[in-house]
């Protein structure tokens, strides 16, 4: 979006809190006048209500956006915080069009390739924050859905890699795959236990 700033994008991140897969963020820049009955933090909104406007958000001229993800892996290596400040800056570095400012949803994340504003609660203030929180969002769950099929013991389709009830028996009964956090004190408990 153009304003006072130039070019401004929207960043958020989803997947912190997660035993499993991977933090996702994403970047986009909406056009001028961009307006949406519907668009509002993706956490206030139902599933199919975030498939729809990520179709119409993908699929709009004039929206500019970028994805990026970090895997379970490099979650592990970097922790958690670094890694979603990492699919960040990642994504605001994928964007064909370089904006002149970017809202964070959040805190303020250093060492950022753009000059930035953060914004606590962001995906309910700005549209373009809320826009990358549902890019982010159902990019996140279709790849949630996408392990689910390779490791059906987990029900990655249901809680998408959250601590539920239901994933912290399965670990506890098959231990972590190749997903899995091993950093995450849950998974690392059952790690510790499998490899004994």
């Not at 998408?160 to 997903?179: M, S, V």
Request: proline fraction near 7%; hydrophobic fraction near 40%; aromatic fraction near 6%.
């Amino acid at each position: 979006m153009a304003s006072g700033h130039g070019i401004v994008c929207g960043v958020d991140e989803v997947g912190r809190g997660p035993l499993a897969g991977p933090v996702c963020a994403a970047a986009v820049i909406l056009p001028l006048g961009f307006e949406h009955q519907m668009l509002n933090d993706s956490k206030k909104l139902t599933e199919k209500q975030r498939e729809k406007i990520y179709e119409e958000l993908t699929g709009m001229h004039g929206v500019v956006w970028a994805l990026s993800l970090v895997d379970a892996q490099e979650i592990d290596r970097l922790n958690i915080l670094q890694a979603s400040r990492e699919a960040m800056r990642r994504a605001v570095s994928s964007l064909s069009l370089i904006p002149n400012m970017a809202l964070i949803d959040g805190l303020p994340v250093p060492d950022f390739p753009v000059p930035q504003r953060a914004i606590v609660k962001g995906d309910s203030i700005s549209l373009s924050i809320a826009a990358a929180s549902v890019i982010a969002k159902v990019t996140r769950d279709r790849l949630m859905l996408e392990w689910a099929e390779r490791f059906p013991h987990y029900g990655f389709d249901v809680h998408k890699g959250y601590p539920t009830p239901r994933h912290l028996e399965a670990l506890a009964k098959h231990g972590p795959c190749e997903i899995h956090r091993r950093s995450f004190g849950p998974v690392a408990q059952q790690t510790f236990r499998f490899e004994l």
